[in-house]
């Protein structure tokens, strides 16, 4: 049935060629690295980073003034501005000193170098920690734990960031990215005010206004 | 004295069992990966540091586009038909079988919902391109409740699915005053965690 029906005769019955069943694998081989390598390549190159936050509830009966009651000596406040500009001040802002907001970057030597000089002591700790994590071989879990209790310090600087209308969404990254690189575990992203503008305001003016203001209570 | 005979060794091995080895990989690797559902709009998203990835399932995606308007996109053809089954009841639309069938067929979904009936008439290759050119984005009010579509599917999805993520995907030139609308709608409906998905940047020093 299967048999290949030989014609002539008996004679070279048994005799059949033997052929080589060997096939070569190589060409096989070479395809399938080529698309395992793209299966793997798309598998972890696709996903996509990811940053959580957490917003404050709005439903809590707080006012604003509650809200931004934080103490003045640990708050820094964040103003992203339009065309990739960004201001900020500490504490409470001063209306009559239009020095009093300063005008910093994006860049390394910008906001990061004024948040990291603020946050010098958890940083150094969180420094040291990871330090400890490396040598003695931590576990992730409480290397989260205690540098969680770290960055909780009395200490640490509260940022609240404000955004204005015409900042674009990869400010507002950016300044949050900034949190993230500094160690900074409370901030808030908060609406900005009617004051913030003016200073903002005030500040491209070079104090302008406030003589207005001086001018006015007179 | 007879010649040395060199014995001939032949240089071909055997790819046999590297073929079964790459052959078991790629079959797993295949398995475990999910196809990315297309988008509808080409987002440009910002860079970060953050190094957490996004889960793969239960996610609800929402796509900022740098005007403003926003497509929202859920994972799992079930949910998304229970989705629009319970936003519709709120507003008082009413959708056929094959309309419900045509929208879990597309993963990203972008237009009011006065729209969207005739949207989902359409055939199904065409829905996408004409969302995508004439569409205004899921209508998100910062003010007036019943208007604020945004939420609504929001719920809906949440309702739909317990664990779901939120994650935003906004593009990075984005208008500040967009993405608070949207923050500040999720901010009223208690969703007070979110994902802002972001790509790698590298960062000099070891913060």
């Not at chain 1, 500490?90 to 009559?96: C, I, L, Q, V």
């Not at chain 1, 071989?137 to 770290?150: F, H, L, Q, T, V």
Request: charged share 30%.
């Amino acid at each position: 049935m299967a048999e290949v029906q030989q014609k002539d005769g008996g004679k070279k019955k048994g005799k059949q060629k033997k052929m080589n069943i060997r096939v070569d694998f190589t060409p096989m081989v070479d395809m399938n690295m080529l698309l395992l390598t793209f299966f793997m390549l798309c598998t972890t190159m696709s996903k996509p980073q990811t940053m959580e936050i957490s917003m404050p509830s709005n439903d809590k009966t707080l006012t604003e003034q509650e809200r931004d009651k934080v103490a003045a000596s640990r708050a820094i406040t964040i103003i992203l501005g339009g065309e990739d500009r960004v201001y900020y001040y500490t504490g409470e802002p001063n209306y009559e000193d239009w020095t009093s907001l300063q005008e910093t970057s994006y860049a390394d030597d910008g906001l990061r170098a004024m948040l990291l000089g603020r946050n010098q002591e958890v940083v150094a700790k969180i420094r040291e920690l990871k330090k400890e994590k490396i040598d003695t071989g931590m576990s992730d879990e409480e290397y989260d734990k205690r540098a969680g209790e770290i960055k909780d310090a009395k200490t640490a600087p509260i940022v609240i960031i404000k955004a204005t209308d015409d900042s674009t969404y990869k400010n507002l990254v950016d300044a949050l990215d900034e949190m993230h690189i500094c160690s900074i575990n409370k901030y808030a992203i908060v609406d900005i005010t009617e004051g913030d503008e003016w200073l903002v305001e005030n500040y491209e003016k070079k104090g302008e206004l406030t003589d207005q203001i001086d001018r006015d209570q007179m | 004295m007879p010649k040395v005979k060199v014995k001939r060794k032949s240089t071909a091995i055997d790819m046999t069992a590297m073929s079964d080895v790459t052959v078991l990989l790629l079959t797993f690797f295949m398995l475990t990966s999910t196809f990315v559902e297309p988008e509808p709009v080409q987002i440009a998203v910002p860079s970060s540091v953050s190094e957490i990835k996004i889960p793969e399932t239960n996610v609800l995606q929402i796509l900022v586009e740098a005007d403003g308007r926003i497509f929202m996109g859920v994972d799992g053809p079930a949910i998304r038909v229970a989705m629009l089954r319970d936003v519709a009841e709120q507003y008082g639309y009413e959708f056929t079988d094959q309309e419900l069938v045509n929208f879990q067929e597309s993963a990203f979904f972008g237009v009011p919902l006065s729209q969207l009936k005739a949207l989902l008439d359409l055939p199904l290759e065409d829905q996408e391109k004409i969302m995508v050119a004439q569409g205004t984005g899921v209508p998100i009010d910062s003010t007036a409740n019943p208007s604020n579509e945004f939420k609504a599917w929001v719920k809906a999805a949440r309702k739909a699915n317990r664990d779901v993520r939120i994650s935003i995907k906004a593009a990075s030139n984005t208008p500040y005053s967009k993405i608070h609308l949207v923050m500040s709608s999720l901010q009223d409906i208690r969703e007070n965690r979110y994902n802002l998905i972001t790509t790698l940047k590298s960062v000099a020093g070891d913060f």
